[in-house]
């Protein structure tokens, strides 16, 4: 399967903690996404990292990629009760195929 | 800019019957994709359309089908309805083929199948 995983599948902090999540992958890629979904939303993407790339900011997301271990974490910092969600990473397919393989998600919630 | 939409939001069908979803993409967005996100199973694609060509295709049976128009709009089909069959189904456009362009999803329908 080309699905990758997020680790862990659910997270419990409180407000001003940081979270962070991870995610492993099986193929090759070129490039690996971050998205956030809201319960039973649609999914907003965050992020994208370039496979030549190790580290990508945006506001209080932090997000890293280590080719040779085949694996991605997004780090929220100073979380806040909004930032409660399920958070995916997201790869290209591969083989020719530029669909978006999902993992399973991990599922944040932040406690006021 | 409108974002992607989605109707209808939810729809309730009976087992046996077809169930019909629509998508409208971003102005701009040649690519739509189709996802089903049924309890606890994540994101499964379904179907990819660009250009009005069915590009890819998940492991799904014959009976989910769809199509993208003209105006790249696209609609998701699936008959004989089962109870699996009950989840939501996500809708993401993208600007172009290239997988370095993120998506942009919609709000999806919430089927429930009875």
């Known amino acids: 399967s080309q699905q990758g995983e997020e680790d862990p599948q659910a997270l419990s902090i409180q407000e001003g903690e940081n979270a962070t999540m991870n995610c492993s992958y099986k193929?090759?890629?070129?490039?690996l996404q971050w998205y956030r979904q809201n319960s039973g939303r649609g999914l907003v993407h965050l992020i994208l990292i370039r496979s030549n790339e190790r580290e990508k900011h945006s506001g209080r997301l932090r997000v890293t990629l280590d080719t040779s271990k085949k694996s991605s974490s997004l780090l929220i910092t100073a979380s806040r009760a909004a930032d409660t969600a399920s958070y995916f990473c997201?790869?290209?397919?591969?083989?020719?195929?530029?669909?978006?393989?999902f993992g399973k998600g991990t599922k944040l919630t932040v406690n006021p | 800019e409108a974002g992607v939409t989605q109707s209808p939001t939810h729809l309730i069908k009976t087992r046996g019957q077809q169930a019909t979803l629509r998508c409208s993409p971003i102005s701009g967005h040649t690519s739509v994709y189709w996802y089903q996100q049924a309890l606890g199973l994540g994101l499964q694609f379904l179907l990819w359309?660009?250009?009005?060509?069915?590009?890819n295709r998940g492991n799904f049976p014959p009976r989910f089908s769809g199509r993208q128009f003209p105006n790249y709009s696209s609609e998701l089909n699936v008959n004989a309805l089962e109870l699996e069959d009950s989840a939501l189904y996500l809708c993401a456009s993208s600007l172009g083929v290239s997988p370095y362009y993120g998506y942009t999803f919609g709000s999806g329908t919430r089927l429930t199948v009875v």
């Open positions: 997201a790869n290209p397919g591969g083989g020719g195929s530029e669909k978006l393989v």
């Open positions: 359309y660009d250009e009005g060509e069915e590009r």
């Open positions: 193929t090759s890629i070129n490039n």
